[in-house]
């Protein structure tokens, strides 16, 4: 034999038709590649013992691998997708659940020609346990929402009864069963009893579902006659599956009594969306058991698809793991680089007192007690100044200008500078960023959104040669020009409601077509840099933690606040709904508002006991005294603007780095922060605007 026929065991709970997939290194056990993995195959079960789940299965399977060859493999859970008959697609595997423990299982194999590994268990080895589910690779994914009481009965004495909904995925593409009914005539409808049956059950999709305010954070199967719908909850379906274009939905409904099993009273039908909208809410009918209509329900989708063409590989995966230091120490994560620099503390919110104009901490200057950076915000140099300070990570945001393109800026919308018909008056035009071209956003005269606010005008895009110091620089040249050292925070924008009934950004890109656009430069062109996203748009935290395998999420959230103006989304109205969410979902953790938590800092261990990664953000974190406080409660990092503790010089590890040069540019800026400082332009926002429509502000 010219290898050597290792034997693979492993057990693990399963579901109805799943399987138990090993996928590794070599090119016998698929390259990493999930499509190419090893079936293995099931065995006998086992006798349930009164600890041991009933389902509990082992999976065995022999491959042939090369002698005296170090091996790395993973064991996952999928499902063998089968496309119907006469469609031109493979079988597809879906992973549904795999180990990311950071280091995969490793073997030596023998010179001999057998060889069988103990019996394994899923997901633990090593000393550690860590699964994550499935991406999307060829599926999509469709969320059916119920929250904000959404049943309404039209008879009162039926409004004050409790219901439970049942999710049933449907197939209405045409031509299910081999055959489009419309191709036999115009009269086929009226002549085929089949067609009178309606759409067929979608059997390839399974529907999972979960409950935000029941404590209900796992994903299960929904029960037989639904999940009930309590006042005030968030209850949600999920289903993956195929061509999710035609995936419809009925739902049932079965009404609690005081005696006897759930009633069914009656059903209502989601039809396919007819636009490609990522995201839509509708009010459907619920039709009674005499055909008449005896209520309504609002109904929300969200709706995922793939991220086109990608080769996605199984060797590493980040998405929940957490140890960028060895230490385990809290990390610094430098607030848009080296601080914020448009807008900063009033003076009556900034507890130390200092002479006009002195010099605060290192890169920050204190105009008027207002404390800004004096790098520009969100600009290539900021970010190396912010990692040349002691930085670990830095965050930034990332929006998509009018051309697609993946910016560096926070707030929405820009400031034109505009001249009128009569005289030489000019006026400030506030415009949308995704209204501007990158041509447009780096080549005029734009001025901070506060400059509509009166006072002094805040200059944007300042004669400035270097660059590195321009803003509104490229996500894919960031990625390229600073240090792959330095970890980036990357913060998601995109708008939400406000519970003041305004809305950040009207009209903007569909959510599917944005987070496309970003995580395809950043898979190009990421490298080996430590990235982890946030968001303060639930919506986005589960699209970019679906669409992808490799970084973390994490969900940013204001929590109880008097500084913003709060979302209308039930996930964002409190910390422990953020909680509840994160966990649910499969994220990293939460990014939580430091305002908040600094009311209640029994929520610091409650998050730590649920598995939970914990950043902190917000302004009372530039107070030396809040950083140490948190530190010593062991938060995993704390994003703040004073960044201070200058790296050593050889920070920049290779000495041929196109970085070098930035010392020089910084140096240069150095030399001119006294006229910036001195300069009508002070950047200072309005403290009144800051809680109107781009009001939440990491």
Sequence with gaps: MAGVRVQFSVREEMEYGESMYVVGDCPALGQWKAQKAVLLKEQTKQESAEDEPSNMVTWE???????????????????????????????????????????????????????ELPLATFGSY????????????NQMCVQVRFHN???????????????????????????????????????????????????????????????LNQGELKPARQPPQGCLYKKDDYLVFTSRGFNQMHLGFQLDFFVHEKTGDPRFVGSAHLLPPKVERSLFSKRVPIIGLNHRPIGEIQVETLRITPLPIYDWKMDVSYQNHWKW?????????????????????????????????SRGELGHTEDFGHIVANVKENTICSLFSAAQHGADFVEFDVLLTKDRVPVIYHDFSICL????????????????????????????????????????????????????????PTLQRCLQRVDQHLGFNIEIKYPQNLENGECEMENYFDL??????????ILKHAGERKIVFSTFHADTCIMVNLKQNKYPVLFLTNGPTQRYTPYSDWRCTTFQHGISFAKAEGLLGVNLQAEGLLQDLSLIPHIQSLGLVLFVWGEDL????????????????????????????????????????????????????????????????NPASSTLRHGNGV
């Design 61 to 115: 399977g022999a491959v042939v691998l090369p002698k005296n060859t170090n091996v790395a493999f993973r064991f996952f859970i999928g499902k063998m997708i089968r496309p119907r008959p006469g469609k031109l697609m493979e079988p597809v595997i879906e992973v549904i659940l795999w180990e990311t423990n950071i280091q995969p299982r490793q073997i030596l194999t023998p010179d001999f020609d057998d060889y």
């Design 417 to 472: 500078s505009t001249a009128k018909k009569a005289g030489n008056d000019k006026e400030l035009l506030e415009v949308a960023v995704k209204d501007l071209c990158l041509s447009n956003l780096q080549h005029l005269k734009l001025f901070h959104r506060s400059s509509t606010s009166g006072g002094s005008s805040v200059e944007v895009s300042e004669d400035i040669t270097e660059e590195d110091q321009l803003p509104f």
């Design 149 to 211: 009481n959404p049943i309404f009965m039209w008879k009162s004495k039926h409004r004050s009864q409790l219901y439970s909904i049942k999710c049933s995925p449907l197939d209405y593409e045409l031509g299910v069963d081999g055959e489009d009914s419309q191709s036999s005539g115009q009269n086929s409808f009226f002549l085929e009893d089949s067609s009178l049956e309606g759409p067929p059950p979608c059997d390839r999709t399974a529907m999972m579902y979960y409950n």
């Design 126 to 137: 090593d000393g550690s346990t860590t699964m994550s589910q499935g991406w999307l690779e």
């Design 622 to 685: 530039n107070e030396e005294p809040v950083k140490q406080t948190l530190r010593n409660y062991g938060v995993d990092a704390i994003i703040f603007d004073r960044i201070g503790n200058p790296k050593p010089e050889n920070f920049m590890c290779e000495s041929n780095s196109s970085l070098l040069d930035l010392r020089v540019d910084l140096a240069t800026h150095k030399a001119r922060e006294d006229d910036l400082i001195s300069s009508s332009g002070t950047c200072i926002d």
């Design 325 to 357: 230091r060895k230490d385990g120490a809290t990390l610094n994560v430098g607030h848009r680089g080296m601080g914020s620099s448009y807008k900063s503390t009033p003076p009556e919110k900034d507890s130390r007192k200092t002479n006009l104009g």
């Design 512 to 521: 599917n077509v944005c987070i496309d656009r970003i995580l395809d430069v």
